[in-house]
């Protein structure tokens, strides 16, 4: 059974920074496509990123480039989402998600089988 368990999210003044992690257990890690996505309220899931199973292809939502960076390391089980020049209406839950299949850089929600609990991240103006 593949878990994922975000942490890292919280309260923050526009312009700050937060530093996302999803830790995954059971399953294989490595070989596999990962994203981030957010839900603000009263909101569709969101893209917000993803990156191949080496981590030498990467994509973001035109709205997060150059803020936010994903990043992973396969030896830690663990991706990442550094976000930067944090804006009020990045505020959302942050979730990470795991394609079942290898390879792809997807961005519909669709395409991914397995997801965390999400991690709320509040940026105050």
């Known amino acids: 059974q593949v878990q994922l368990v975000e942490s890292g999210g919280g309260l923050v003044q526009a312009g700050g920074s937060l530093r996302l992690s999803c830790a995954a257990s059971?399953?294989?890690?490595?070989?596999?496509?990962l994203g981030w996505f957010r839900q603000a309220p009263g909101k569709e899931r969101e893209f917000v990123a993803s990156?191949?199973?080496?981590?030498?292809?990467?994509y973001y939502a035109d709205s997060m480039k150059g803020r936010f960076t994903i990043s992973r390391d396969n030896a830690k089980n663990t991706v990442y989402l550094q976000m930067n020049s944090l804006k009020p209406e990045d505020t959302a839950v942050y979730y990470c998600?795991?394609?079942?299949?290898?390879?792809?850089?997807?961005?519909?929600?669709?395409?991914?089988?397995?997801w965390g609990q999400g991690t709320q991240v509040t940026v105050s103006s």
């Open positions: 998600a795991r394609r079942s299949k290898s390879g792809g850089l997807p961005t519909m929600p669709d395409e991914y089988a397995y």
């Open positions: 059971g399953g294989t890690f490595s070989g596999y496509t």
């Open positions: 990156i191949t199973w080496s981590g030498s292809i990467i």
